[in-house]
């Protein structure tokens, strides 16, 4: 286990990259076993969660090249097991991404209980449900397994939540199944139409995509593509709350405008001065202010995985704002800790929080519970006096690559140990 030492109270200026969308990628890696042919995958991110799909993709039978650099080959002639690893499974959410594809390869998928963030707190029951709409029958046996004997067949669904991986579940099971499968409520984000657009340059046919209804007209034969990742507006967003909560002028480069506007909305009505031009984000020194009320929601609305950096962001900021996130409650939980750093927090409920600043920060010891309040509590740290100490690291780099050399190279004060 590693920890981060911060040594906070410096104004931060440079340029940072973003690379791919890690919720992109994870579901465009797992569509390469849909097809025996090379896929291809670039501008890919250089994070661990890619790091575990590759190993399980590796694990089933798939050849992988370029594992911990921006591009994959990955080709998957033969599947030799549709039981992916369990310790592997378990520490990645998106091992459910996987369920579609080998029951489309092999009549058979049984994966453990996946883990990543909140995993007490996430069921996959709407990931299910659409499988089984298309045929698969589950069978008695621990973790989740099912069966399609019969192969997937094309069907009618209804999603019971806009719940991005289970819409994703089930374009990826429908594009293997022969006929037209329509998929509704589904959820609109930039990375499922990702997922759309590549199932299609393998031969399925896809209507909809960004809307929320999907028609798809599967195949039992996809073939091999080549895919650039969009960048990834999320770290794009977290950078872009790095530079201004340290006063700092920081250029946020890769994340297209259209992606970024739900992000810059937000960030303006905290008072962050900042521009967008084509995929250049700049952040000027700023006066912030209290936002008065942020609620996350569904794409297009400000997404949950920011509203930990724009909680942290408001303790800078001049005047109240109330904080409400309905989608997952640990996550303003995990941020209660900085009321230990001087911040004045108010938990109202596990989806409500009202922040009252600007508050002087002071250096803490620091845990971080999942990958966005990770990186939102190394930005409270960067803003307070003092020294902090953030653990584990390995949580935050699970979304965010060369995570320590970015930092420095912004003018961080920080050393990994």
Known sequence: MSTLIIEGGHRLSGVVDVEGNKNAALPLMAATLLTEDTCVLTN???????????????????????????TLTIRCQTIRTHEPDRALVGRLRGSVLLLGPLLARTGRAYIAPPGGDFPARRTIRTHLEALVAMGAEPVDGPGHRLEA?????PASIYLDEASVTGTETALLAAAAAPGISEIRHCACEPHVVELCEFLASMGAGITGAGSHTIRVEGSPRLGGATR???????EAGSWAV?????GGDVEVRGARAVDMEVVTATLRKLGVRCQQRDEILTVEPSTLTGAGRITTGLWPAFPSDLVSLATVLATQADGATLVHDWMYELRLFALEQMSGMGADLFLCDPHRIIVTGPAKLRG???????????????????AASGQ????PLETVERG????????QSLGAHVARV
């Open 388 to 391: 902090s100490r953030v653990e």
């Open 228 to 234: 650039r990742l969009w960048g990834d507006y999320i």
């Open 149 to 153: 004997p019969r192969g997937l067949a």
């Open 44 to 70: 890919v991110p250089r994070i661990a969660d890619v790091d575990v799909m590759a190993r399980l993709l590796l694990d089933l039978g798939a050849e992988v090249e370029g594992i911990g650099s921006p």
């Open 400 to 407: 965010y690559g060369t995570l320590v050399e970015r930092l």
């Open 242 to 246: 790095v530079g201004a909560i340290t």
């Open 364 to 382: 803490k010891a620091l845990d971080s519970r999942d990958i966005r309040s990770g990186m939102a509590l190394i930005a409270a740290a960067l």
